[in-house]
């Protein structure tokens, strides 16, 4: 979805159909502007924390750490839903 403010700036929406998957890009087909793999690897981590958030309500996860290489989000993110 999209909106016009007052200022006349566009905001755009954008909501992933697979909630585990990373995008390499916001826009198809625009690979210089594609994430590197440190920082792709940085968002599975945010997702992992926003995963055990959901799962343990009362738990804050926000100093959490990882040790080793993080999952594929696409493996663990089933079942959880946006709330």
């Known amino acids: 979805s999209w909106y016009l403010d007052d200022?006349?700036?566009i905001t755009i929406v954008l909501i992933?159909?697979?909630r585990?998957?990373?995008?390499e890009s916001a826009l198809k087909g625009r690979r210089e502007v594609a994430v590197d793999a440190f920082t792709k690897q940085e968002i599975q981590k945010?997702?992992?924390l926003e995963r055990f958030q959901e799962e343990n309500p009362g738990m804050d996860f926000r100093g959490a750490t990882f040790n080793g290489s993080v999952p594929d989000p696409r493996n663990y993110m089933d079942g959880i839903g946006y709330g």
């Open 16 to 18: 992933k159909a697979h």
């Open 7 to 9: 200022d006349n700036i």
């Open 20 to 23: 585990g998957e990373t995008w």
């Open 46 to 48: 945010e997702m992992l």
